[in-house]
Nanobody, 115 residues
Framework: EVQLVESGGGLVQPGGSLRLSCAVS????????MTWVRQAPEKEREWVAS???????EYADSMKGRFTISRDIARSTVYLQMDNLKPDDTAVYYC?????????WGQGTQVTVSS
């Protein structure tokens, strides 16, 4: 059974940090493009960052310098380190795995940035 389980969300003050985790099972993690996307209330889903099978990271422009995507192949886990968080970063963050026609999603984790 394919599973992607996100964790690490919560309430944080502006300027703070969070690290999201996405633990996967049921497929060969290292062969997939792993991506974080987010969706704020009443907004469209937005791409945040991806890490390719090669390990190469890619970021949306607004996240560069603040967010870092990484992975631990041994733990089948992808991470999103988020620093200097802003209220506009408030959203549900989803983990996605994609390889050819296979496309898997986690259930999401809520991140709220507020004072």
């Amino acid at each position: 059974e394919v599973q992607l389980v996100e964790s690490g969300g919560g309430l944080v003050q502006p300027g703070g940090s969070l690290r999201l985790s996405c633990a996967v099972s049921g497929f060969t993690f290292k062969n997939y493009d792993m991506t974080w996307v987010r969706q704020a209330p009443e907004k469209e889903r937005e791409w945040v960052a991806s890490i390719r099978p090669s390990g190469h990271p890619e970021y949306a422009d607004s996240m560069k310098g603040r967010f870092t995507i990484s992975r631990d192949i041994a733990r089948s886990t992808v991470y999103l380190q988020m620093d200097n968080l802003k209220p506009d970063d408030t959203a549900v963050y989803y983990c996605n795995a994609q390889r050819f026609e296979r496309n898997y999603w986690g259930q999401g984790t809520q991140v709220t940035v507020s004072s």
